[in-house]
């Protein structure tokens, strides 16, 4: 590819002929073992901080209300984080996040991580 000249090989994940079974599908989608998406996010400009648009929800990932610290690991790194244009900032501190829903394969935007049904979640970057 253009854009790996190198071809540098980064993933290498068994093809599967469905949309259901763990591995990648004929819809290109790459799954967990319970057949559920996962989701990749990754740091496009270069500044070691990673933004995933789920995770990086204040309601989902902020600790405490005011805080900039987040659950596992996450933070918002603005000054400010509780104004309007910054809340929904929090990141990891590195160049790619996986994720997945588990084994429920359910998440929610209006639970913190750490709720159900957020907490049995597979997140690459947890401690």
Known sequence: HVKNPQ????????????????????????RDP???????????????LCRDSYY???????????ASSGFNGLFN??????????????VFRGKVMVWSAGPD???DPSANAISIPNNDNILSWAP
Do not use: C
Not at 10 to 21: E, K, Q
Not at 34 to 48: F, K, L, R, T
Not at 81 to 87: C, F, M
């Open 105 to 107: 394969g359910k998440v």
């Open 77 to 90: 790194p603005n000054p400010n984080p509780s104004t309007q244009l910054q809340k929904d900032d929090f």
């Open 34 to 48: 319970w057949g559920h998406p996962y989701v990749i996010s990754m740091d496009a400009n270069y500044d070691e």
């Open 56 to 66: 990086g929800l204040q309601v989902v990932s902020q600790t405490q209300s005011g």
């Open 7 to 30: 071809k540098q090989v980064f993933l290498s994940a068994p093809t599967v002929a469905d949309t259901n079974s763990p591995g990648v599908g004929p819809d290109l989608v790459y």
